[in-house]
């Protein structure tokens, strides 16, 4: 196998700055990348695979894939997460709920399951959104919602979320708000992502 070509494949891809493959009897054992961070690792390593197999017929193990990133002069924030939909079923005194979020083109959504009591829902939304949010970087048990308040000013309603979120054993507690327009449950994720992203342009996961 040409290991130099697939080096010169890597690098070619959008956020790798350097790439260092190690082989063993012609067999890739491990790929060291150096990335800036203007793009999740998760997309880099899903490049990875898809150039690999597509150029060479050559299915890596993701697990072989280590990516260090660093901040360069040409870095920008990541593109923000944007709200696509919700959907909620009940069934008997079980409430579901997936939020669909889009990111860097793709969508994504993850499922939560909880008590329908009227409290409870505003909360599971909230935690559909953070779930999913956690599935867009890769990286579980990132956030945590705190609450879930509705509030009202001057006839205005809005909904105002508090997320932790906990990074090298350090806690950062996160508001978002977003003003009631037609759905509450599409104001309570609007609020959520409105905490979320601004945190998640300044850090690397």
């Given amino acids: 196998m040409d290991f130099n070509a697939y080096q010169n494949m890597i690098a070619k891809i ?25 793009r999740a690792p998760k997309q880099i390593v899903r490049d990875i695979e898809s150039s690999l197999m597509a150029a060479y017929g050559y299915r890596i193990d993701r697990k072989l894939i280590s990516i260090a990133q660093i901040q360069t002069e040409d870095s920008e924030t990541l ?15 079980a409430l579901e709920c997936s939020v669909n979020l889009i990111y860097e083109g793709e969508e994504y959504c993850e499922l939560v399951n909880g008590i329908k009591t009227a409290a409870n829902r505003k909360k599971i939304v909230a935690d559909a959104t953070v779930k999913t949010i956690e599935k867009i970087l890769g990286q579980a ?50 609020a959520t992502l409105d905490a979320v992203n601004r945190r998640i342009q300044r850090d690397t996961f």
Wanted: no cysteine; proline share 0%.
């Fill in 14 to 38: 959008d956020g790798v700055i350097n790439v260092k493959i190690i082989d063993e009897n012609e067999e890739i054992k491990e790929v060291h990348i150096l990335a800036n961070n203007l």
């Fill in 79 to 93: 593109r923000r997460i944007k709200y696509s939909g919700i959907n909620l079923k009940t069934e008997g005194i």
């Fill in 141 to 190: 048990y990132l956030f945590n919602v705190e609450d879930v308040i509705l509030s009202s000013s001057r006839d205005i309603n809005f909904v105002s979320v508090l997320v932790n979120m906990v990074v090298n054993e350090g806690e950062h507690i996160m508001v978002g708000s977003a003003i009631v327009r037609h759905d509450i449950n599409e104001a309570i994720v609007k």
